[in-house]
């Protein structure tokens, strides 16, 4: 049971350069989620999916795009990356739940570095 | 916006005393959950408190929750070199969209 693999682990991009990060989880969940975090700020919320074929916006939408094609998968997509998206991203997923009282299974992380 | 703040933002203490974390919030809460980071890694859940309960415990772990307050507090007794992490409160807002805001963390060092 791999729980939330995420691919690639690293990356250096130049300003202007696409890629797609991929969050693949085999637990079945509903949930998923992407989220940034930069130093000092904690962890903030980038988008998520509350189901396949679903998103959502976060807190800090801006300049990502994702997708949820597949109950298992969670893209997210930077179409011209810059300089202020170095960051950390970590994806998570949990269950649909009745009371919504479930913990988060967070991935280990893509460090994505923009030149 | 950060839904926690926690408090202290770095806590330095000796192996087998207590160390004791707090976060603060401002909305109303479904739950409130703590996790841990290890450097480099990715967060790991610890525990989870309702709304409804003040207090939980897990192994070594306490956790109280003040909703009065609007505050909850983690307590890890007879602290190990392995506890050295950050430490995240994360809030699950009622009536919102099923996503947690998280706080800034607390770094905890435990010196052997």
């Known amino acids: 049971n791999a729980g939330v693999t995420q691919t690639p682990k690293f990356r250096v991009l130049k300003t202007g350069q696409s890629m797609t990060l991929l969050c693949a989880q085999d637990?079945?969940?509903?949930?998923m989620y992407w989220y940034r975090q930069d130093p000092g700020m904690g962890l903030r919320l980038i988008h998520y999916s509350v189901g396949e074929g679903t998103t959502a916006k976060g807190e800090v939408p801006d300049g990502y795009n994702v997708s949820r094609l597949k109950k298992q998968n969670f893209l997210l997509g930077l179409e011209s990356a810059a300089p202020s998206q170095t960051s950390v991203y970590f994806c998570?997923?949990?269950?649909?739940?009745?009371?919504?009282?479930?913990?988060?299974?967070f991935g280990s992380g893509t460090r994505l570095t923009v030149v | 916006s950060q839904q926690g703040e926690e408090d202290p933002q770095a806590l330095s203490i000796q192996e087998g005393e207590n160390a004791t974390m707090n976060c603060s919030y401002k909305t109303s809460i479904n739950n409130l959950q703590w996790y841990r980071q290890n450097s480099g890694r990715g967060l790991v859940h610890l525990i989870l408190i309702r709304s409804n309960e003040r207090e939980k415990h897990s192994g070594r772990l306490r956790v109280t929750l003040d909703t009065s307050k609007k505050s909850s507090s983690l307590l890890i007794t007879a602290s190990r070199a392995a506890d050295t992490a950050s430490y995240f409160c994360a809030t699950d807002a009622w009536r919102g969209a099923q996503k947690l805001v998280f706080g800034q963390g607390t770094r905890l060092t435990i010196n052997p």
């Open positions: 998570a997923s949990r269950p649909r739940t009745g009371q919504l009282n479930y913990g988060y299974t």
């Open positions: 637990m079945n969940h509903e949930y």
